[in-house]
């Protein structure tokens, strides 16, 4: 089973290029990437609902997003973390917002 849509959002530029081509090679069609902070891109896809967000914050954390992703109430989350702490308080915000957390 594959996705009909997926939409990368990543700030550096070099990897919205690298995944772009990864898809062109891999003959993956649907895929969309674009480049910017995360907080600004996600206000232009408030009316979209996604099934599934892959999450993978820098050390600060999603806490800006967190509101945003709730809204569209994706069936599941995957959050890839390198940063305990951090990881903890978002995984809280998502409790708050309904969500339950499985390992």
Same mark, same amino acid.
């Given at each position: 089973?594959?996705?009909? *849509? =997926?939409?990368?959002? +990543? *700030?550096? &530029?070099?990897?919205? +290029? $690298?995944?772009? !081509?990864?898809? /062109?090679?891999?003959?993956? *069609?649907?895929?969309?990437?674009?480049? %910017? &902070? #995360? +907080?600004?891109?996600?206000? +232009?896809? &408030?009316? =979209?609902?996604?099934?599934? #967000? =892959? !999450?993978?914050?820098?050390?600060? %954390?999603? @806490?800006?997003? #967190?509101?945003?992703?709730?809204?569209? @109430?994706?069936? &599941?989350? =995957?959050? #890839?973390?390198? $940063?305990?702490?951090? !990881?903890?308080? $978002? /995984?809280? !915000?998502?409790? *708050? @917002?309904?969500?339950?957390?499985?390992?």
């Amino acid at each position: 089973m594959g996705a009909r *849509e =997926v939409l990368g959002i +990543e *700030e550096n &530029k070099r990897a919205v +290029e $690298d995944g772009r !081509l990864n898809a /062109l090679r891999n003959r993956i *069609e649907g895929c969309q990437f674009m480049g %910017g &902070k #995360v +907080e600004e891109a996600i206000r +232009e896809f &408030k009316d =979209v609902r996604w099934d599934i #967000v =892959v !999450l993978d914050p820098p050390r600060t %954390g999603c @806490k800006a997003i #967190v509101p945003y992703i709730a809204e569209w @109430k994706p069936r &599941k989350i =995957v959050y #890839v973390s390198c $940063d305990p702490a951090t !990881l903890a308080r $978002d /995984l809280h !915000l998502f409790l *708050e @917002k309904g969500y339950a957390s499985r390992h």
